[in-house]
T-cell receptor
Framework: NAGVTQTPKFRILKIGQSMTLQCTQD?????MYWYRQDPGMGLKLIYY???????DKGEVPNGYNVSRSTTEDFPLRLELAAPSQTSVYFC????????????FGQGTRLTVV | AQKVTQAQTEISVVEKEDVTLDCVYE???????LFWYKQPPSGELVFLIR??????QNEISGRYSWNFQKSTSSFNFTITASQVVDSAVYFC??????????????FGTGTLLAVQP
């Protein structure tokens, strides 16, 4: 039972570089989310998806892009990395809206220098 | 607008003390769902409980208990006889059935609980 898998676990980027954070889930969940957690802060929603081909912005989408071509995968793309994007990124999935809890990946710790 | 407020940034207690973590939420929806998650020092997020807006019964699970009061828009979490292993960041979260956050899961800023031996 893999659940939600994120790769990589750690990454150091230079300013201006690009990268994709991978997220895959094997629970056939329709809803997927990307959050960022800054030190000492809560979880802020970056983007979310309610199914393949459907994505929408969350609270802090600037500097990020997502796609959802399959139910299983929800990659997060950073185009021009900035120090402000240094954070821990969590991917989550849930079966549907409302009264269903989210299952989280282990997180990706990203440092932009 | 939907919002979750956890006003307590950090709480420090001594082992065996009882501690209550506060969660206040804002929503215009009449049907909504509340959640608590635990984030231990290892960093993963662990689901603890969910509650829908029609169920105001308090819940107890071992040393954990939750008090949901619609009148004050609060969903507080109490740990009885705290232990060092309870040291973690605790998050409260909100999801709506009909409103603007229907598809979202909105988190509070979390409360860092430190239990000293």
């Amino acid at each position: 039972n893999a659940g939600v898998t994120q790769t990589p676990k750690f990454r150091i980027l230079k300013i201006g570089q690009s990268m994709t954070l991978q997220c895959t889930q094997d629970m056939n969940h329709n809803y997927m989310y990307w959050y960022r957690q800054d030190p000492g802060m809560g979880l802020k929603l970056i983007y979310y998806s309610v199914g393949a081909g459907i994505t929408d912005k969350g609270e802090v989408p600037n500097g990020y892009n997502v796609s959802r071509s399959t139910t299983e995968d929800f990659p997060l793309r950073l185009e021009l990395a900035a120090p402000s994007q240094t954070s821990v990124y969590f991917c989550a999935s849930r079966p549907g809206q409302g009264f269903t809890e989210a299952f989280f990946g282990q997180g990706t710790r990203l440092t932009v220098v | 607008a939907q919002k979750v407020t956890q006003a307590q940034t950090e709480i420090s207690v001594v082992e065996k003390e009882d501690v209550t973590l506060d969660c206040v939420y804002e929503t215009r929806d009449t049907t909504y769902y509340l959640f608590w998650y635990k984030q231990p020092p290892s960093g993963e997020l662990v689901f603890l409980i969910r509650r829908n807006s029609f169920d105001e019964q308090n819940e107890i699970s071992g040393r954990y208990s939750w008090n949901f009061q619609k009148s004050t828009s609060s969903f507080n979490f109490t740990i009885t006889a705290s232990q060092v292993v309870d040291s973690a960041v605790y998050f409260c979260a909100l999801s709506e059935a009909h409103g603007g956050a229907t598809n979202k899961l909105i988190f509070g800023t979390g409360t860092l609980l430190a239990v000293q031996p």
